[in-house]
């Protein structure tokens, strides 16, 4: 599944094996979220609210620190049709932990890989008539789509009719949804799995490794061989190749983490599993490298069902729209036709691709498990994390840093900058890393303002501190742009020594990716440090009036 937006094709590589040695977080399924504001006078003032109310998790209502007339609304992520897990490998249920793990994979001892042996090629059309067929034999209803090659996404979904807006289509039955619940060409390997309590996405990901092996006699045999062979994902950028093109961003750093997750949950099931029932999960199917593919499929095109109380799924025909930031709509179950449909909020002409949003997610997030990123200024949800951090010649630094952990949090902490503004609990993390000595006792009030766990009022106010705060913020603006900076000065030159056509072809294509990707989050810093200079200007120059004002009347009264 891919954006409209696209401007390069995929270059068919080898895959490359990631190993690190970071086992601090889990995969991350809660990221903020923002909706529109007229932060700034610049700004249009149309308000988009959330239309995915079902699926929040939790929402909070935050405010812009510059302005403190204007709102901004913050919440746990409602994705919108895509889902990640919302649970952390490391509490699987025992005796499967499914932890994050930095113990090496016998597959780890070379970087270059294999492509799996079933799938195509990501813009390949040569399993679609078979894939169309099979579904409609399967129980899909005639449809007003087909699959076919896309300017832009590779392939993708587009009219054949005319479509109206505000009409429903797709239609899926639930027959032919993937779920954890869905039955095991090898009863065996299924048995073996619930006997382990096997969490719903590393189930899902051997289950379709299963399946994809089983071939033929698989019942997902056609829309197996219409998945990617190699999808869409940072999973397949080698630890190089992020360092060197995604430095600045700090996407860089989840996606470290994403790689080991996936390394650890495949090394807790080969070891608490795989080894003690090789017969059922043979090594030379069950590996590091089917099991980045199923991790990658899941994560480009699992979907939480919120009329299906969150049932995660794979939905075969629906996972071939592609996403704009110029829709809203979603997938979800519609219990009265009983089947995944979504609706239209615009209408299409036919051979127009038909799109549908992924959720309001940052263009990082969507590098991260798309494998794309919008063009720059396209998407009304991108986001920029700012990374703060405590000063350990902070005279209070023992005691901050243990209010911070008090609340779930640490030293250093990143928060997320919209074009129009940030959260409360970047302020108050500004707040507590300058408060002085004499501030003590608010620590733990300012520590648990600055964590998006806490229920505790968000909007404090310190004007004592509040210059020395927004400083804080601004310093660390710009030591980020900086970076960015650094960077896209650099992109020019990289690569001129590379001389194998193949692999220049794959580097100027993910430098392409991160060049896009870091100019779209040092936009929005930019634009941050724009509204903190004017606003530390405008109170150093209220200070100085009042200083002037208080000198005259003083000299009155000599």
Not at 96 to 113: F, I, L, M, R
Not at 210 to 232: D, M, V
Not at 294 to 301: C, K, V
Not at 368 to 373: N, P, Q
Request: with cysteine.
């Amino acid at each position: 599944m891919k954006n409209e937006t696209r401007r390069l094709r995929t270059v068919k590589t080898a895959h490359i094996m990631i190993t690190v040695e970071n086992d601090q977080s889990p995969i991350r399924a809660s990221r903020l979220e923002f909706s529109s504001f007229p932060a700034f006078p610049s700004l249009s003032d149309k308000v988009i609210p959330s239309q995915f109310p079902a699926m929040a998790e939790a929402s909070r209502i935050f405010h812009s620190t510059l302005f403190p007339t204007l709102s901004l609304q913050l919440s746990k992520p409602c994705y919108n049709s895509h889902v990640y897990p919302s649970l952390s490998l490391k509490k699987a249920p025992r005796p499967v932990q499914c932890s994050v793990s930095t113990s090496e994979t016998k597959s780890t001892s070379s970087n270059a890989t294999q492509e799996v042996p079933w799938g195509c090629d990501i813009d390949s059309l040569e399993n679609a008539e078979a894939l169309q067929k099979w579904l409609s034999n399967s129980g899909l209803p005639p449809q007003k789509m087909a699959i076919d090659k896309v300017a832009v996404g590779e392939r993708g979904l587009v009219a054949l009719k005319n479509i109206r807006k505000g009409e429903k289509l797709l239609f899926v039955p639930p027959s032919l949804f993937i779920t954890a619940d869905s039955e095991w060409s090898s009863p065996e390997a299924g048995q073996v799995l619930k006997q382990y309590s096997v969490p719903d996405w590393p189930l899902l990901a051997t289950y379709l490794i299963s399946e994809a092996s089983a071939q033929k006699s698989s019942g997902w045999c056609n829309y197996i061989s219409a998945l990617p062979r190699q999808p869409y994902s940072l999973l397949y950028w080698t630890r190089a190749e992020l360092d060197r093109y995604l430095e600045a961003s700090q996407i860089r750093q989840r996606a470290i983490e994403r790689v080991t997750d996936v390394i650890g949950t495949y090394n807790d099931l080969r070891l608490r599993i795989f080894s003690k029932y090789p017969d059922i999960f043979p090594e030379e199917v069950f590996n590091m490298e089917t099991f980045r593919w199923s991790f990658g499929i899941l994560f480009s095109r699992l979907v939480r069902l919120p009329s299906m109380d969150g049932k995660v799924a794979l939905v075969p025909w629906a996972d071939m729209l592609n996403h704009s930031c110029e829709v809203e709509t979603f997938l979800d179950y519609d219990k009265s036709s009983q089947g995944v449909v979504f609706t239209t909020d615009r209408a299409y002409q036919p051979g127009e691709q038909v799109f549908i949003s992924y959720g309001k997610k940052s263009n990082g997030e969507l590098l991260l498990s798309y494998g794309f990123v919008p063009k720059e200024g396209a998407n009304p949800s991108d986001s920029v994390e700012l990374p703060l951090s405590l000063k350990k010649s902070d005279k209070c630094y023992k005691e901050k840093l243990e209010a911070l952990r008090k609340h779930g949090l640490s030293t250093s902490q990143c928060y997320p900058i919209q074009i129009t503004g940030w959260p409360l609990e970047l302020m108050a993390y500004a707040y507590l890393a300058v408060s002085p000595p004499s501030m003590s006792k608010q620590f733990d009030e300012i520590a648990a303002a600055a964590s998006n766990k806490s229920t505790i009022k968000k909007d404090l106010r310190y004007p004592d501190i509040e210059e020395k705060a927004l400083q804080f913020i601004l310093d660390s603006c710009e030591s980020s742009i900086s970076k960015y900076s650094k960077f896209l000065q650099a992109s020019g030159s990289m690569d001129l020594d590379v001389t194998s056509p193949k692999q220049l072809n794959r580097r100027v294509f993910l430098k392409q990716l991160a060049v896009d990707l870091c100019t779209s989050e040092q936009r929005i810093l930019f634009r941050a440090q724009y509204i903190l200079r004017r606003r530390l200007r405008d109170m150093r120059s209220g200070e100085l009036r009042a200083l002037r004002i208080f000198d005259g009347l003083r000299n009155i009264f000599k």
